[in-house]
């Protein structure tokens, strides 16, 4: 039986996700449409770490680590809803 690849997942994506969800009322410039370009961006500036199960790098991370990952992932997020919202004002200016 093949080995089930399926289960691989980049461990920042629904944290992200979920981050860019929480920010975008902060960002009335952008619409849902543009929220996708938005995590794009803000998982481009974190480095990848792939796993097969959430639990699986959650489990041995000390709470430094952790509040590390969260402190990164804001920070990746906030760049990103800027530079995003940049990106579309200096199309609209043409």
Do not use: G, S
Request: with cysteine; aromatic share 10%; glycine share 0%.
């Amino acid at each position: 039986m093949p080995a089930d690849f399926h289960t691989l997942k980049n461990y920042y994506e629904h944290l992200v996700i979920d981050a860019v969800i929480l920010a975008a009322p902060t960002y009335p410039l952008l619409t849902e449409d543009q929220h996708p370009d938005v995590a794009c961006v803000a998982l481009n500036r974190l480095p990848p770490r792939y796993i097969r199960h959430q639990v699986d790098l959650a489990f041995h991370m000390t709470e430094k680590e952790r509040q590390d990952n969260e402190q990164q992932i804001a920070d990746a997020v906030k760049y990103a809803f800027e530079f995003v919202q940049a990106r579309y004002a200096m199309r609209a200016r043409r």
